[in-house]
């Protein structure tokens, strides 16, 4: 089929790969619309619907055969250890499975040093991976008795195995299977036979499905070609890698900061663009409904797994951090930093570093990813700093109309979130250690500047001076809490805290 797309890729300057993907986004929404049709009394038929789809995506459309199989495989691997192994261990041999399996692709990718541009089957497969390790500990929560688990694991639990052709249909399902958004096995079921809808039915439909799904989709179809165009006409110009060439370092330091920032935004345009793009596509399908709003109307922000406004003009890091890759959040939440935390103990620095390690392997082995994982460790614990030490000063009295001073608190921290965003996120975007130092450099280690001089500030005895002067003034600073929607990187707070707490045991 790649003559379908050769002469649409040369004519926008694309790759063939990039058209093909979209390609396959768009024609899942349509297909969306089909799939929603079948009824929930033939689930067998929805399950097949799903198969057969994505079979369509990576064999013709993406010539992907052999990373088709290799998923088969993972899928099926999963299927047979989640059946047969009986011991708790059973999810920890999952995860070494699949991620195991994913790594050596992503080792692959590395070794033919193949660019973004280059569609191959680790995307899929991160994706994969996050549903069958769901899967496993969703499986190994329903063995387990009910009051020895939290709220999302009692909802999300399995007590009864699917049969072979439910585990295809929810490992396969063709709206998230190239690039997101992932979802547990209970989310897809309710789906299949409809009670994701139950008591929910609308006055003008004969079926449980509420009005209003297609006017969303739509919409975030709409939006997810407007992100796509701003990403092909201005991408050319506009690249994190520009910051590494001659050219940029001809500009004046001022234009350099303002062309980098812009930069920033173009790239992160193409994710928003297939988020928003399959966002569309599952709402489609009936994926992603929350019930209604104050007027009525129908939402539908289950499937959602980026908030653009939330990350382009954020009131702090903490919501920006919040409001990206959403999905991939939660399954590190529950599937890695309550896990791997030993029962009735808080998670702690071995929570937290575990949590890291793993988000950084299942992205990939570039260096890139690791300074950025990194350096969000120290970002983190200087917004931590912030929050509980300036903040409270700002806050009006509770009823109290916002004040100037809290606006401006808030337009400061959106100013200075896209500026740390953009420095950190730049290795990621640049993927060696080489190119990412030099772009750092080029950008007169700004970042490193403003998050150690704040960390100095406080280490030095500004948390000390702030803290006493809250007290003073009646001012009482807020605990701080770990969002649920986002597990974040190990902060240095924790990592001290930890360490001083293993030397008291060590002690005694």
Known sequence: MDALFVPLASAIGASVDQIKLISCLLIACPLGSLFIRIPASQPNLKHLFNLLVSVFFFIPVLNLSWGFVQLLGSVLGTYYIAANVKGSNMPWIVFAFVMGHLTVNHVIRAFYNLSYETFEVTGPQMVLTMKLTTFAWNVWDGRTAPENLDKWQLQKRVTKYPTLLEFLGYSFYFPGVLVGPYLDYASYISLIDESLFEGKRSPSSTRSIPDGRKRVAYRKMLTGLVFLGIFVVLSPSFYYAIVITPWFMTQGFLYRMVYFQLS???????????????????????????GYGPSGESTWEGAANVKVLEIELPSNFKVLLDSWNINTNIWLRECIYKRVTPKGKKPGFRSS????????????????????????????????????????????????????????????????????????????????????????????????????????????????????????????????????????????????????????????
Not at 453 to 459: E, K
Request: glycine share 8%.
């Open 264 to 290: 920033g935004f173009i790239e992160r345009s193409k994710y928003y663009a297939i988020w928003t793009l399959t966002e569309g596509a599952s709402i489609l399908t009936g994926l992603g409904f929350t």
């Open 353 to 508: 570093m575990l949590t890291f390690a793993t988000s950084a392997f299942w992205h990939g082995i570039a260096t890139g990813y690791y300074l950025t994982f990194f350096f969000g460790g120290f970002i983190t614990t200087a917004g931590r700093l912030c929050r509980a030490n300036l903040r409270p000063f700002v806050l009006p009295p509770p009823g109290a109309p916002t004040t100037v001073t809290k606006r401006s608190y808030d337009l400061t921290g959106t100013f200075v979130s896209i500026l740390i965003l953009n420095y950190v996120a730049a290795p990621f975007m640049l993927l060696n250690f080489t190119d990412s130092i030099e772009a750092w450099r080029r950008l007169h280690w700004y970042g490193f500047w403003m998050i150690g001089s704040t960390l100095a500030f406080f280490w030095l005895g500004g948390s000390t001076f702030l803290k006493a002067l809250q007290k003073k003034e009646g001012k009482i600073a807020e605990k701080a809490v770990t969002p649920e929607s986002h597990v974040m990187p190990p902060s240095l707070d924790d990592m001290a805290e930890e360490l001083k707490e293993l030397q008291h045991r060590m002690k005694e």
